[in-house]
């Protein structure tokens, strides 16, 4: 079955820079996109952007064009998203989703819950 | 970017009701638009997509509809399983936007 696995949770000093996984399972891993999604109680649901396995193609929100950085291992079946310079704003859950290109998120993974703390 | 406004914001009902959740963009999305269900500590899970079909294993008793600008989706028959937050999301521009979303609740 198609799984998305995250980490659970990190916590951060502001300033740093946090990396984060998505190991997918279940199907192959390039045939598809993987998006990044941001939730907040405040701001709800934002597209981060996306990555296309097969080509490291990426796109990217505006908004956080110089906050994420998006990136795959296809020998691991992993993508990445880092995350830079890291302020209270950037406290969120963090879901990495997959969907075709331009299409929307059929499978979802559990999210990774950053808190940026000092 | 197209801003989704849904509606309501939250919503009380009673089992076996019928209920209705709405979706406006601020241009016409051609039906490139998905309903998601998110339980809480849950991720968001796919209900409809492209406006109306409904994704693998979702029951019968959801339904989407609409075009253009306007879209909904109705939840027939409500079971306490469907206590939820539910999104809708555009998809045919970049970015992908979503509306604020719309707590369910039972009455």
């Known amino acids: 079955q198609v799984q998305l696995q995250q980490c659970g949770a990190e916590l951060v000093k502001p300033g740093t820079p946090v990396k984060m996984s998505c190991k997918v399972s279940g199907y192959t891993f390039t045939s598809y996109v993987i998006s990044w999604i941001k939730q907040t109680t405040g701001q709800g649901l934002e597209w981060i952007g996306y990555i296309y396995p097969e080509s490291g193609s990426t796109g990217y929100n505006e908004k956080f064009k110089g906050k994420a950085t998006l990136t795959v291992d296809k020998s691991s079946n992993t993508a990445f998203m880092q995350l830079s310079s890291l302020a209270a704003g950037d406290s969120a859950v963090y879901y990495c989703?997959?969907?075709?290109?331009?299409?929307?998120?059929?499978?979802w993974g559990q999210g990774v819950m950053v808190t940026v703390s000092s | 970017d197209i801003q989704m406004t849904q509606s309501p914001a939250s919503l009380s009902a009673s089992l076996g009701e019928t209920v209705t959740i709405e979706c406006r963009a601020s241009e016409d999305i051609y039906s490139n638009l998905a309903w998601y269900q998110q339980k809480p500590g849950n991720s968001p899970q796919l209900l409809i997509y492209d406006a109306n079909s409904l994704a693998d294993g979702v029951p019968s008793r959801f339904s989407g509809s609409g075009s253009g600008t306007q879209y909904s989706l109705k939840i027939n028959s409500l079971q306490s399983e469907d206590v939820a937050s539910y999104f809708c999301?555009?998809?045919?521009?970049?970015?992908?936007?979503f509306g604020a979303g719309t707590k369910l609740e039972l009455k």
């Open positions: 999301q555009q998809y045919n521009n970049y970015p992908d936007t």
């Open positions: 989703a997959r969907s075709g290109l331009w299409d929307y998120f059929d499978y």
